[in-house]
């Protein structure tokens, strides 16, 4: 499989049974400390939603949910979740949550349409969260403020599970790089978004690229956002554009930068006016989730997602996502992980 990275004499760490118990103790260590961190509480989420209420995620825009008919609702459409981040701040405001408070919940989602290799997976388990938040903090100072907490919930699992494995060794640095996307293209003007990403957190080991989503000085996007929840395009107070960005590490075992959070403060009614209207989808005005925000009823609010089953590969030194969660991988795919020595659940 070309897509697939061969670490040389790769072996891992942990056994199968020593995996399966660390991948417990790391998911239950993360979700108290974050929780503790950002005053979240926990919530039940749903698997699916309904079509047409724009409650579902999409993402890049180009992804396919699953979707299935509705026997006892007269054949409606109901689709798998991409992810919360809609869903999420209609919860918030069902359960009144005050600004400085939260939620958070396991996602589970199908994205059928991802392209498998090491680090991308059909099935996608996150830690979702989302906060309440006033008008005075939509700001780039208070996102910082937050991504520095969720890094150190992360650094703190870090020691932890390095503590209760020794034959593992902390590799995370202390501090988060911020810097902005057009920053990056002004910096490696002749390199695409995937090699930017890889050279500044190469010299880094950590950084949060901020502004995903609103078009840079080459014209183009550092990556692709759906218009309706991150706010991508409000002015910020470093002379740029964007509230929102990504959480990206430095993996040494595959010699590349690796995703382990996106997340950002939300559209309020101006950007989310602005954000359709930049993308030509106008008429999704007229959904459930855009009324509501367009009419008031939903809070401010500032959230994301992070990645359970990459964040257990990273701290348990695995070269496969494969290697800490259950999912379907070609064959071909399967028995080469097997030759290098990654054990796919």
Known sequence: MSKLIKPANYRPSLDLKQTELAIKKIKDFFLHSLSSELRLRRVTAPLFVLRGLGLNDDLNGI????SFPIKDMDESIAEVVHSLAKWKRVTLAEYEVQPGYGIITDMNAIRADE?????HSLYVDQWDWERTMTAEQRN???????????Y???LRTEFYICETYPQLEAFLPEDVHFIHS??????YPDKSPK????LICQKYGAVFIIG???KLSDGKEHDLRAPDYDDWSSPNEDGFSGLNGDLLIWYPILGRSIEL?????RVDKAALERQLELQGKTERCNLYFHRRLLDGTLPLSIGGGIGQSRLCMVLLHKAHIGETQSSIWPDEMRRECRELGMTLI
């Open 195 to 198: 090699e930017r990403e890889d």
């Open 115 to 119: 392209e498998l290799d090491n680090i």
């Open 63 to 66: 992804e396919r949910p699953v």
């Open 140 to 150: 780039l100072a208070f996102l910082r403020r937050i991504v520095n907490k969720i």
């Open 182 to 187: 057009e920053e990056l293209v002004r910096m």
């Open 261 to 265: 959070s996106s997340m950002g403060i």
């Open 212 to 214: 995903i989503g609103g």
């Open 152 to 154: 150190g919930a992360i």
